[in-house]
């Protein structure tokens, strides 16, 4: 693959366009972006479509072609975009974290940053360990709300190994904040490592002030007694 063919993602994208469904995704995501109206599982059909004939491109091409699909409109680019960069979980290099962060900070927005987060990010610091402290230091004092909620939740998906000092200290350093999809997150990073361990997040819970969303989201699957 010499250069990406995105005409090709493009027409199969418009030939799967649904404007109905486009004027709803758009509203539900705040009119922030446009799009095609293809949903997730019909736009991953596309996707694996579009790779067996075009092939996967060369790794060391891929951070110009997600800077090319983030220049586009619709967001259905993005979410292709952040997908295609999963596909080399098996081939992760140090450097990638650059994109993973690029991607962060660029038409930032929950749906792009929750697979960003979760499946790029958490899986980057599992073989990567060493580097999960200082990185997310950095993240975490960055003041930008989409990487600080990237620390909040890239360990949404390790269960029993989760780093609970980590989250602690994340956590107790965000709960103050005023910003919904911070709050949400803490809520949300609670309430998944409760399927794991109900009784540490009742009890850190009981121990920490935060906000009523946070706490709502927090314990909306522990049994309280």
Do not use: C
């Not at 366009?17 to 758009?26: V, Y």
């Not at 579009?50 to 259905?76: A, M, T, V």
């Not at 990638?96 to 610091?125: P, R």
């Not at 999960?132 to 600080?148: A, R």
């Amino acid at each position: 693959m010499k250069e990406f063919p995105l005409d090709k993602l493009t027409d199969k994208f418009r030939e799967h366009a649904d404007p109905e469904k486009a004027f709803h995704m758009k509203k539900y995501m705040k009119n922030r972006y446009e799009f095609f109206g293809i949903q997730a599982n019909p736009r991953r059909k596309i996707s694996k479509i579009f790779l067996q004939e075009y092939g996967l491109p060369p790794k060391n091409k891929l951070f110009k072609i997600i800077q090319l699909l983030w220049n586009q409109d619709q967001r259905e680019y993005q979410h292709f975009g952040a997908e295609l960069a999963d596909r080399y979980k098996n081939d992760i290099q140090t450097d990638d974290l650059e994109i993973f962060k690029w991607m962060i900070l660029h038409k930032s927005w929950w749906d792009t940053v929750y697979f960003i987060a979760i499946q790029l990010v958490g899986n980057y610091f599992r073989k990567y360990k060493e580097l999960t402290q200082p990185v997310m230091k950095e993240w975490l004092d960055s003041g930008n709300i989409w990487l600080q909620r990237t620390t909040l939740i890239f360990q949404l998906k390790y269960k029993k190994s989760t780093d609970l000092d980590l989250l602690s200290r994340h956590i107790h350093a965000l709960k103050e904040s005023k910003e919904f999809f911070i709050r949400k997150a803490i809520g949300w990073a609670l309430r998944e490592y409760s399927k794991t361990d109900q009784y540490w997040v009742k009890d850190f819970v009981s121990d920490t002030p935060l906000s009523p969303l946070s706490t709502r989201e927090a314990l909306k699957r522990v049994e309280i007694k």
